[in-house]
């Protein structure tokens, strides 16, 4: 593993934050309202994984024959459905495919829509991305070359796609045949739950994480458990760490941290630290960091010998 370290001031979440404030305007960092305002194309096609009105994905698919390898993208927003929605992520849909990059971005029940949290929400999440397996045929896809790439909370929702092989048979969230992935790339992710508490309320504006788990660490242990990757090790596939050394929250000592955990433990573990940028911008294909976190994918999805 390499490990590029970093000196940041934030980690984790924030579609998450609904208000800029004066010093993020004098830092000149992106806000929420200029990263969800960035431009995107109409998807290929939208596609219905189950019954609900938010259970469904965009799918963009290249140019060409194929087989095309696949992108899943999952968007953050603190698993709040009046933060984000799969539409702050099409813009990095419009540029992968461009790149010949097919993917499938996916929305799930959020917060407090019926259905959502514990264990609705996490079942969305699977389903959504086993669903590839559905459309591979007709559309081309390449499903030996699939990775799930996920911002803020829903980097937290792509390290738990990438761990879910390793959840026990009683788990409610458990599933017997997972789509094998790749890797998961976590941009500015969160990785522990329980973590995450203590600064929820000044970046979520609220008790998210109980809400999504249903209850404290000492009421659901299990569930901190199964939903948390760093509890899950080793996860067995690549993961990539990329967030701003300005990110506007908390420090990424816990990134850092989980990175040499995993390590540790027998996984391909990386972070990537960004200067000059905050928690949007990584997430941006218009950024001056777009390079680095495009690289950072086409190498998951590189044809292997």
Request: proline share 8%; glycine share 10%; charged share 20%.
């Amino acid at each position: 593993m390499k490990i590029m370290l970093v000196s940041v001031i934030g980690l984790l979440t924030a579609l998450e934050v609904v208000a800029q404030t004066p010093s993020d305007r004098a830092a000149g960092l992106m806000t929420p309202g200029q990263f969800q305002a960035l431009p995107s194309k109409p998807a290929d096609y939208r596609l219905s994984y189950g019954t609900d009105a938010n259970q469904f994905g965009e799918l963009r698919v290249p140019s060409g024959v194929g087989p095309h390898p696949v992108a899943i993208l999952i968007h953050g927003g603190c698993w709040k459905a009046e933060y984000g929605s799969l539409r702050d992520l099409a813009p990095i849909a419009d540029m992968l495919k461009a790149k010949g990059i097919a993917t499938w971005n996916i929305e799930y029940r959020r917060l407090p829509q019926a259905g959502s949290g514990w264990p609705g929400t996490y079942l969305d999440v699977g389903r959504g991305v086993d669903y590839i397996r559905s459309i591979a045929v007709q559309n081309h896809l390449d499903l030996t070359r699939v990775i799930v790439v996920g911002h803020s909370s829903g980097g937290q929702m792509a390290m738990w796609v990438a761990a879910r092989s390793r959840l026990p048979k009683s788990s409610l969230i458990y599933i017997s045949d997972p789509l094998p992935i790749r890797g998961a790339i976590d941009l500015a992710g969160i990785i522990d739950m329980e973590a995450f508490i203590p600064v929820e309320q000044q970046i979520c504006g609220g008790a998210v994480v109980e809400q999504m788990l249903g209850g404290k660490p000492a009421e659901v242990p299990d569930h901190y458990a199964q939903a948390s990757a760093n509890k899950m090790l080793p996860v067995g596939v690549p993961q990539t760490f990329i967030w701003g050394q300005r990110d506007q929250f908390n420090p990424a000592s816990l990134g850092e941290k989980y990175t040499q955990t995993a390590e540790h433990a027998g996984d391909r573990a990386r972070m990537v630290s960004l200067p000059e940028v905050g928690h949007f911008e990584i997430a941006s294909p218009f950024s001056a960091t777009w390079p680095a976190v495009e690289g950072e994918i086409l190498s998951l999805l590189a044809k292997r010998p």
